[in-house]
Nanobody
Framework: QVQLVESGGGLVQAGGSLRLSCAAS????????MGWFRQAPGKGREFVAA????????SYADSVKGRFTISRDNDKNTVYLQMNSLKPEDTALYYC??????????????????WGQGTQVTVSS
């Protein structure tokens, strides 16, 4: 029903910035809660940020609050994650996820229906 493709990952020095994009196809995401998750080697999938339909309701993991900003452009069917002041511990494979037709913002990966393939973010010290 929904295909998600992440882009914008790469190699960056500590303190730098990256902007990740998640382009959706198959249907509009205007009625979907969208989330970003990450997974580092040897660790489980970790919640990063989520955003509701209108973009006004957002949720962030404590580890990224104040540094990362999630946003969406429903007309472009795209979700973004602006990452500033990056740290080596931010190094991970970053995934975009969608939950269709909900009014809630979720932090659990098990509550999302669709996932992208991931984009690698590597932060050097």
């Amino acid at each position: 029903q929904v295909q998600l493709v992440e882009s914008g990952g790469g190699l960056v020095q500590a303190g730098g910035s990256l902007r990740l994009s998640c382009a959706a196809s198959g249907r509009t995401i205007s009625s979907a809660t969208m989330g970003w998750f990450r997974q580092a080697p040897g660790k489980g999938r970790e919640f990063v940020a989520a955003i509701g339909w209108s973009g006004e309701k957002t949720s962030y993991a404590d580890s990224v609050k104040g540094r990362f900003t999630i946003s969406r452009d429903n007309d472009k069917n795209t979700v973004y994650l602006q990452m500033n002041s990056l740290k080596p511990e931010d190094t991970a494979l970053y995934y975009c996820a969608a939950r269709i037709d909900t009014m809630m913002v979720f932090q659990s990966p098990g509550l999302y229906q669709y996932w992208g393939q991931g984009t690698q973010v590597t932060v050097s010290s």
